[in-house]
Nanobody, 113 residues
Framework: VQLQASGGGQVQPGGSLRLSCAAS????????MGWYRQAPGKQRELVAT???????NYADSVKGRFTISTDNAKKTVHLQMNSLKPEDTAVYYC????????WGQGTLVTVSS
């Protein structure tokens, strides 16, 4: 399984970014995809996940600001990030979970004025 993430960049506080991650390889029809992030000096933490059945889970810190969605046919997950804050600055990693975790290469999001 390979994961290709895109969409990171720099944005001012209050701005928006959209991350995307496309999965390829031997993927079964039922799995979970999502995003984790790791800020400098901190541990990797959950941002949001979504199952192929559409059940989503968010970290409390992003609820109401971030929205995760998936296109099962294209095996792609998106993360719409609105009202970004400086504390959202991190490397964001795409995840596919089915019995084991597969990780993408990470994409940097910087929120700064």
């Amino acid at each position: 399984v390979q994961l290709q993430a895109s969409g990171g960049g720099q944005v001012q506080p209050g701005g928006s970014l959209r991350l995307s991650c496309a999965a390829s390889g031997s993927i079964f029809s039922i799995y979970t995809m999502g995003w984790y992030r790791q800020a400098p000096g901190k541990q990797r933490e959950l941002v949001a996940t979504i199952t192929t059945g559409g059940i989503s889970n968010y970290a409390d810190s992003v609820k109401g600001r971030f929205t995760i969605s998936t296109d099962n046919a294209k095996k792609t997950v998106h993360l719409q990030m609105n009202s970004l804050k400086p504390e959202d600055t991190a490397v964001y990693y795409c995840l596919l979970r089915r019995y084991t975790d597969y990780w993408g290469q990470g994409t940097l999001v910087t929120v700064s004025s």
